[in-house]
C-alpha cells in the first residue's frame, strides 16, 4: 500500500466513523422510545390490577407478555389458587427452616404483627435516575423473602442512629374497654358552618425601624420615642383613633436591650410588660377572653386595654411575620399586600375576614366550606380527647433530617436546593372522616392482599414494626421516635428494626417503592373513611395563590408586584397555619400576674419585673369543635411521603417522578419540612403547580459537609444568593 492509498483510506474511514455514529443514536433513540413503550405498559399493566374483574390471561393477550411476565409486574392478578400459593409458601417455610441454622440470640418480648405483602410497583419514567448501584441478587432475594415469610422467632433490637438519643416508646391502642374510646368521637362536639360574620378589626402597618406608619391610604411619619409598648400605642392612636390592631413590619422593638437577658423568650416578655401609665394587660371579654400577652421569641402577641378602662376595648400589637416575610419591603406595601389578599380570598368567600392570624383565618375561612348539603351536612364530628391524643403523640409533621457523612461525602462536589411549591396543597384532595375502624394484627393478617393493600392507601393510621432490607443503600423512608429534641430520625441501616407509627401513604410507599419492599408487620391501626372535608378549602385557596402569583409576575408596577408576591406568601401561611390549627395540640397559654398575689397551679415563669410575674402553663385540650388532628396528620404523612416519591401526571396517566428515591444513593444531604438538599441537580420538571419542585439555590463545589443545622442554612443562603446572581431560571 502506498501513501496515496493510505490517505484514502483514513478518509474512507472517517466517513464510515460518522455513518456509524449517526446509527447509534439513531439506535440509541429507537431503544430510548422502547424503554419508554416498555414502562408505559408496564404501569398500565399495574393499573389493571386495581380493577376487581382484572384477568392475567387478558391482560398478556392484550399486552403482548407473558402470563408470567404479568404475574411479575401485578402480583395481584396471579391466578394460581390461593390455598395453592399458601400450600407453596409454607413448604417454602419448612425447607427454609430446616436449612436455616438455630438463632444463637434470646428471642425479645414484641407483639404479634401481621407482614404486609409487599406492593408491586412500575419502574421510573426512563431518564430519571436510578440508584448507582444495586443490590445483589441474593440481598432482593431475601429483602422479598422478609416481605412474604413467617414472623421470625426472634427480633432485632432497634439500633441506635450514630449520634442520636435513644428510642422512644410511643402509646399504643388499648385493649378492652379502655380501647373503645379510642373508636369513638366526643359527645356534642361538631364542626359546623357558622351563622355569624366575624367582625373586622381597625388595623395599621408600622415600621418601627423607620417611624413609618400605613394607615388607610396614608402614609404618616410617628414619633416612637424609646419603642415601648406604651409609647407606640400612644403614637399610633394619636394619629389613627379607633386602631385595634397594630402589625410590626420592621424594626421588632421586643429585641431592644435583648443582651441585657438570658434567652430571648425573657427579653420578648420583659419588653411585652414594661410598665406605662396609661395601658394594661388586656384579658379580653367573653368568648374572646385572653390570658394576657403571648410570649414568642420572634412572633409575639401584646394585647393591651387603656388603664382607666381596662374591660374596654383591646389593642393588638402582632409581627407582620406571623403571615410571611417582609423582606425590606415598606409598611405601605405590607398593607397592599393584605388589600390584594383580601380581595383574592373575596372571589372565593363573600364574608372573608383577615382575622389577627393566618391560622385562625383559616379555619375560620374552612368553616365557611362545611357542606349544607349530603351526609357531613350537620358538621364533622371531633374524635374523643383519647384519640386525639394519640395522633398528637404519634403524628409528627415535616421531616428535618441532616444526613451526614460517611453516608455523604466529607466534601460535596455542590449544595442544591429543592423546594415543593405551596407542598401541602397538593395533599388536601382526600382526608379522614367520621369514626374510624380498629384494624388488630389478627383481623389484618385475615385480610386478602387485595383488602390489605387497599386498607394501606384508604386514609389510614398504623402502628408497625419496620426492619430496613439487606443490601439497602439510600435514604430512611419511615420515621423511628427517639428522645432529645428531634424527636424522630429515619433509620437506613439494613437490619434496623424499630416500632413506629406512621400514615398509610407512607407505609405504602415502604412497601411499593421501586427500588426494595420493607419488611413491615402490622401490630394496629385506624382505618377511617374516605372523604373530601378540605378540598373545596384547598381549591379556593390554591386559586387565590395562583391569582396572586401571576399578578406578581405581569404587573406593570413593582409595587404591585411585591405586594401581590407578599400577599401570594399569606395564603400560602393561611393554609400552613390553618392546617396546623386542625391539630389542635396542647395549648400553651401565658399571662401575667401582679407581684404578692398567687400564682396559677402548675404555671412556668418566665420572668418578672418590680410590677408583675409572666408564665405560661399547658392547658390541655380545649374543646375545640374545630379539632381534627387526623386531617393535619393524613397530610403531613402524604407531604413527607412526596419528599421521597413524588408522580407528574397528565390526568391519569403517570408523566415522570422526583423525590430522593429518584435521586442516586448518596447525593441527598437535607430535609426540611417541604424542601430537599442534594450534590447534584435533578431533572425534575417545574411547572409552577402545587408540589412541584423548584430550583432554589445553588452552591458550587467542593463544599465542606455541614455538620449542624445551623451550617447548612448559612450554606443554603449562600446558594440561593449564587442562583440568584447567574440568574438562572427554572425550566
Known amino acids: ?398 421531616r428535618t433530617e441532616l444526613i451526614l457523612p460517611p453516608r455523604v461525602p466529607e466534601q460535596l462536589p455542590a449544595l442544591v436546593e429543592y423546594d415543593r411549591t405551596f407542598a401541602y396543597a397538593k395533599h388536601l384532595w382526600k382526608s379522614p372522616v367520621g369514626t374510624p375502624v380498629r384494624v388488630t394484627a389478627a383481623s389484618f393478617a385475615a385480610m386478602t392482599e387485595a383488602e390489605q393493600a387497599k386498607a394501606l392507601m384508604s386514609c389510614s393510621h398504623w402502628n408497625v414494626r419496620v426492619t430496613v432490607p439487606a443490601g439497602w443503600n439510600h435514604v430512611g423512608l419511615l420515621p423511628a421516635p427517639v428522645t432529645g429534641d428531634r424527636a424522630w430520625v429515619y433509620p437506613s441501616e439494613p437490619g434496623t428494626t424499630f416500632t413506629t407509627w406512621a400514615g398509610g401513604a407512607e407505609v405504602h410507599l415502604a412497601l411499593s417503592n421501586h427500588l426494595m419492599p420493607w419488611k413491615v408487620e402490622v401490630l394496629g391501626g385506624l382505618v377511617f373513611e374516605d372523604g373530601k372535608p378540605l378540598d373545596d378549602w384547598g381549591r379556593k385557596l390554591k386559586a387565590a395563590w395562583a391569582d396572586l402569583t401571576n399578578l406578581s409576575r405581569i404587573h406593570a408596577d413593582e409595587r404591585q408586584r411585591q405586594a401581590a408576591y407578599l400577599a401570594s406568601r399569606a395564603v400560602r401561611s393561611v393554609l400552613l397555619f390553618g392546617l396546623g390549627g386542625f391539630a389542635q395540640r396542647p395549648r400553651l397559654v401565658s399571662g401575667t400576674t401582679p407581684l404578692g398575689e398567687a400564682l396559677p397551679e402548675g404555671v412556668e415563669i418566665l420572668g418578672q419585673d418590680d410590677q408583675v410575674i409572666t408564665w405560661q402553663r399547658q392547658a390541655g385540650f380545649s374543646r375545640d369543635p374545630n379539632a381534627h388532628p387526623e386531617w393535619a396528620a393524613y397530610v403531613w404523612s402524604g407531604a413527607r411521603a412526596a419528599l421521597l416519591d413524588m408522580k407528574y401526571r397528565d390526568g391519569k396517566e403517570i408523566t415522570g417522578y422526583a423525590g430522593a428515591l429518584h435521586a442516586k444513593p448518596g447525593t441527598v444531604v437535607y430535609f426540611g419540612t417541604d424542601g430537599i438538599a442534594l450534590t447534584e441537580r435533578q431533572p425534575w420538571p417545574y411547572r409552577g403547580e402545587p408540589g412541584d419542585y423548584l430550583l432554589k439555590g445553588h452552591l458550587t463545589g467542593p463544599v465542606p459537609h455541614p455538620t449542624s443545622q445551623e451550617q447548612y442554612l448559612t450554606l443554603r443562603g449562600q446558594g440561593r444568593a449564587e442562583l440568584a446572581a447567574k440568574g438562572a431560571e427554572q425550566s
Request: net charge neutral; aromatic share 6%.
Open 1 to 398: 500500500m502506498d501513501r496515496r492509498t493510505y490517505t484514502a483510506e483514513l478518509a474512507g474511514l472517517r466517513e464510515l466513523r460518522t455513518e456509524i455514529g449517526q446509527a447509534e443514536k439513531q439506535v440509541a433513540a429507537a431503544q430510548k422510545e422502547l424503554d419508554k413503550l416498555t414502562a408505559q405498559r408496564a404501569r398500565r399493566v399495574a393499573g389493571l390490577a386495581g380493577y376487581e374483574g382484572a384477568q392475567a390471561p387478558a391482560v398478556a393477550k392484550a399486552s403482548g407478555l407473558t402470563l408470567a411476565d404479568v404475574v411479575r409486574i401485578a402480583p395481584l392478578l396471579d391466578p394460581t389458587p390461593a390455598a395453592v400459593r399458601s400450600a407453596k409458601a409454607e413448604e417454602q417455610a419448612v425447607v427454609a427452616s430446616v436449612q436455616a441454622p438455630a438463632p444463637t440470640a434470646v428471642a425479645v418480648a414484641q407483639p404479634v404483627g401481621a407482614v404486609a405483602p409487599a406492593l408491586t410497583r412500575p419502574v421510573p419514567v426512563v431518564g430519571q435516575s436510578a440508584p448507582a448501584a444495586e443490590a445483589p441478587d441474593e440481598a432482593r432475594s431475601q429483602a422479598a423473602d422478609d416481605v412474604v415469610g413467617q414472623l421470625p422467632a426472634s427480633v432485632a433490637v432497634p439500633q441506635r442512629p450514630t449520634g442520636e438519643s435513644g428510642p422512644r416508646e410511643l402509646p399504643t391502642l388499648p385493649d378492652g374497654p379502655e380501647g373503645v374510646r379510642f373508636e369513638a368521637v366526643t359527645s356534642g362536639l361538631v364542626s359546623k358552618r357558622p351563622n355569624f360574620v366575624q367582625q373586622a378589626r381597625a388595623t395599621v402597618f408600622l415600621d418601627v425601624a423607620a417611624g413609618v406608619l400605613a394607615v388607610r391610604d396614608q402614609v404618616v411619619l410617628v414619633d416612637l420615642g424609646p419603642r415601648t409598648p406604651g409609647e407606640i400605642l400612644d403614637a399610633v392612636l394619636a394619629t389613627a383613633p379607633g386602631t385595634e390592631r397594630i402589625y410590626i413590619t420592621a424594626g421588632a422593638p421586643w429585641h431592644d436591650g435583648a443582651e441585657r437577658y438570658s434567652t430571648l423568650k425573657d427579653a420578648v416578655a420583659a419588653w411585652l410588660n414594661t410598665p406605662s401609665e396609661r395601658w394594661t394587660t388586656a384579658v379580653g371579654a367573653g368568648r374572646d377572653r385572653l390570658a394576657g400577652h403571648f410570649v414568642h421569641q420572634r412572633q409575639p402577641v401584646g394585647r393591651y386595654a387603656p388603664t382607666t378602662a381596662p374591660d374596654s376595648g383591646m389593642v393588638e400589637i402582632r409581627s407582620i411575620g406571623e403571615w410571611f416575610d417582609a423582606d425590606g419591603a415598606d409598611a405601605a406595601t405590607c398593607r397592599q399586600a393584605f388589600t390584594l389578599l383580601w380581595q383574592a380570598l373575596r372571589r372565593h368567600w363573600d364574608d372573608v375576614v383577615l382575622m389577627g392570624s393566618p391560622s385562625q383565618t383559616g379555619r375560620d375561612l374552612w368553616t365557611r366550606t362545611i357542606p349544607t348539603k349530603g351526609k357531613w351536612a350537620g358538621g364533622y364530628p371531633v374524635l374523643s380527647e383519647e384519640l386525639r391524643g394519640l395522633l398528637h403523640a404519634t403524628g409528627g409533621q415535616g
